[in-house]
């Protein structure tokens, strides 16, 4: 692929001349209208994400030798402020801050040169294959297995919760290799090209409704050798590896995101003559407190990473404060509307096409997915407090 | 986004905590609570000379150090993690504030040098019936003349060391308006009454001015006051997410220890998840005063809204914190002899000073315009 690079002179270029560029630039490619029909808008996604891959505006936190921008936290942390005003869509598949790092930091120079380019520039759409039905929050139990062939692997077994895993060009997952027993010691990291003979994919229609997971089975998958990354039967500790920077800028984002929820919620308040009601103004301030105390939390968090070059203790608990500021929000919302809070949005009653209640719905999923809020406490007791182990649980 | 807190905070916390490691022990803070809680005037002097705690947020040209809300944000959090018995939140973080918030260079050149070298101390009573700054609750009345330039006459009811302060700013009525004063509390016509309340370990007491002497401050414009309370609030906010955090600790340590059905109460889920759910309210509470008392330092006008959300936050924090913490230390928690119930006892209190929770969150909704 031609790569049109510009030659910018980072270091003599201030912040504010770093912002100013960005700005114009989004101005200049501005994504357009965002279409209603999924296939067009995953084709509009793609195609605007493989343009800024070509003018080198893609991947603010990546190293430049794969394709990225390089940029100091300071600056991924403008990238993402203008990113988000000039409402870039997030790019397609799952866990690109979790598989890429891996890649980097375990890959082969072949495999990074493979894959890296194209992921970034969504040539190809990654999803996570890494829970089972039964492997969720315990994950080292999966039984997903992996047998090696000469310089295959074949593979049998299932995925699930396999978030866009319709989109999917390629998997990135968990196999055993090990035997049951051996648990996280016998667990490999392997890449899997989605149009492999043997794979079915099947959407999983969720709580909401609407099919945003998929099932994935794996029936005799022949997959290469070259595929695995790292060794055989070492593929657990590569599970840890993420852009934990990209994760604080993250929580900037919802927590701008969720101030302009809180603030249409409040215009709801007042359009319907609420503000006067003692307990809903309480509860608003309330929540007007969680909002600003979001960016606070995620502030610090970036504060921290530039100054100590780690993101210290506020970054543990923003996840779980953030999931419980969401759900309670969406809740109240749907309590606050009453009987016009529980009509669906195929209705012509619905408030505002139903959205507060499909926020409800939808944010069920906030404090399961990628760890559950129980899960996330132990992490917090363990990791942070220091709390002993729970001897049920395996050691970590 | 403002960037702010640096390592320079870091060494000033390191210095404090580790000086009331040795000052403010758990037997020390006891002692001191039984003798009243005036605190150590020699561990004052030591305050004042040896680290400039008391200048901290006092500018240079009043003998103080010029820094501002963000490291006294930072000395307050210490002094609560040590449950720090003394007039040090009174005199600094009510007093100095005030006076630097008001417009009067006499009254900041008489009394702002005596306070940042500790031979001052001093307190503020804005509301007549409760610990905050709210002026419509203002019954106490001055009077020009009367041998003094004015004279102040009512009833505090609850003033933080309003029985050792040396100074005490007073709000008073002069017909529709009020004003600031500033009234010596060393003369006949001030009378002070303890008033104890459930925290042995911060002196409250009842002032009751009779044609006091006293002298008027120029607080320029109206929201003077206000912006004192802000200040003052940010600081006390600080000063409880400390305390929050030594609670926790406190829990945390004792749950690390403490063997129950062959293992350590803190390997059971119940335990782990309350003392996770308190570190994700008190390390939000932590960014919340932080950024109130940066968002004040910049004079944003956030800087309102920020403070009372820190302050509610912060509130509650603690007080779920010290409960907690009582709770999880089980039978011995509700002993006498377990410094649980000191942390519980400063907790409830502050909960109410400089406004309770539902009153903070009454001022955000009314600042949003909900």
Request: charge should be negative.
């Amino acid at each position: 692929m031609a790569q049109q690079t510009t030659s910018v002179d980072h270091d003599a270029e201030t912040d504010d001349e770093f912002r100013a560029r960005i700005r114009r630039w989004f101005a200049e490619n501005a994504p357009g209208r965002r279409p209603r029909d999924p296939n067009e808008r995953k084709a509009w996604v793609r195609a605007f994400h493989a343009s800024m891959y070509d003018a080198r505006m893609t991947g603010p936190s990546w190293p430049v030798e794969y394709g990225g921008m390089g940029l100091s936290f300071a600056r991924q942390v403008i990238y993402q402020e203008e990113a988000a005003r000039a409402r870039v869509p997030s790019p397609l598949g799952t866990g690109l801050g979790i598989v890429a790092p891996t890649i980097i930091k375990y890959g082969t120079p072949e495999q990074r040169e493979r894959w890296l380019g194209p992921m970034l520039r969504q040539d190809l759409i990654w999803c996570q294959g890494y829970s089972e039905p039964g492997a969720g929050s315990d994950l080292p139990a999966l039984r997903t297995t992996a047998r090696r062939e000469g310089d295959m692997y074949i593979v049998n077994g299932q995925k699930v919760w396999t978030t866009h895993g319709s989109d999917a060009d390629v998997f990135f997952t968990l196999v055993r290799t090990g035997t049951q027993e051996s648990r996280q010691k016998g667990i490999t990291y392997l890449i899997i090209d989605a149009d492999s003979p043997g794979i079915t994919v099947r959407p999983l229609r969720d709580i909401t409704g609407a099919a945003h997971f998929a099932e994935v089975f794996f029936d005799d998958v022949e997959v290469p050798v070259d595929n695995r990354i790292g060794e055989e039967n070492e593929g657990w500790p590569l599970v840890r590896t993420s852009l934990g920077h990209e994760r604080a800028a993250g929580a900037m984002n919802q927590a701008t995101n969720y101030r302009r929820i809180l603030d249409e919620l409040i215009d709801l308040v007042r359009e319907r003559g609420l503000g006067s009601d003692l307990i809903i103004r309480d509860r608003i301030a309330d929540f007007e407190i969680r909002v600003r105390l979001m960016k606070y939390n995620a502030s610090r968090v970036i504060n921290d990473i530039i100054v100590r070059g780690e993101p210290g203790a506020a970054s543990s608990v923003s996840r779980l404060f953030i999931t419980m500021f969401e759900q309670e929000l969406h809740e109240f919302a749907v309590e606050m509307l009453g009987a016009d809070g529980i009509v669906t949005r195929g209705s012509d009653l619905a408030v505002q096409k139903g959205r507060w209640l499909m926020g409800f719905i939808a944010t069920r999923a906030s404090t399961i997915g990628a760890g559950t809020s129980e899960i996330q406490r132990n992490t917090i007791a363990e990791q942070v407090l220091g709390l002993p182990r729970d001897p049920a649980m395996p050691a970590r | 986004m403002i960037t702010g807190w640096s390592e320079e905070h870091d060494q000033l916390r390191e210095v404090v905590r580790r000086f009331l490691l040795e000052k403010s022990n758990p037997e020390r803070v006891r002692e001191l609570a039984d003798g009243g809680a005036a605190g150590d005037p020699a561990v004052w002097r030591q305050m004042a000379e040896q680290l400039g705690l008391q200048g901290l947020a006092v500018p240079e040209q009043y003998g103080g150090t010029g820094m501002g809300p963000v490291e006294l944000g930072v000395v307050m959090e210490e002094l609560g993690r040590a449950l720090y018995v003394g007039p040090y939140f009174s005199t600094v973080a009510l007093a100095a504030q005030a006076l630097t918030a008001c417009a009067d260079t006499t009254a900041q050149a008489a009394f702002l040098p005596r306070i940042a070298d500790g031979s001052l101390t001093a307190t503020v009573a804005v509301s007549d019936t409760d610990l905050g700054f709210d002026t419509t609750d203002v019954a106490t009345t001055a009077e020009r003349g009367g041998g003094a330039e004015w004279t102040v006459s009512g009833t505090k009811r609850y003033v933080v060391d309003g029985g050792t302060a040396g100074l005490i700013l007073v709000a008073a009525r002069i017909g529709d308006e009020v004003g600031l004063f500033a009234v010596d509390a060393d003369q006949s016509g001030v009378r002070a009454t303890p008033v104890e309340t459930l925290d042995i370990t911060r002196a409250v007491a009842s002032v009751e001015f009779t044609d006091a002497a006293a002298t008027r401050i120029d607080t320029g414009d109206a929201d003077a006051i206000a912006r004192a309370g802000d200040l003052a609030t940010a600081a006390f906010a600080a000063e409880q997410i400390g305390g929050a955090s030594a609670a926790l600790d406190m829990t945390v340590e004792y749950a690390k220890i403490r063997v129950q059905f062959e293992r350590p109460i803190g390997s059971f889920q119940a335990i782990k998840h309350r003392c996770a759910d308190l570190l994700v309210q008190i390390e939000s509470g932590r960014s919340a005063a932080f950024y109130a008392a940066a968002l004040l330092a910049d004079g944003d006008p956030e800087g309102a809204i920020a403070t009372s959300a820190a302050a509610a936050w912060c509130a509650t924090a603690y007080a779920k914190s010290s409960r907690e913490n009582v709770q999880f230390h089980g039978g011995i928690g509700y002993t006498w002899e377990c410094d649980a119930h000191l942390y519980l006892r400063r907790a409830t209190v502050s909960t109410i000073v400089l406004g309770a929770p539902t009153a903070h969150r009454v001022r955000i909704a009314d600042l949003m315009e909900v």
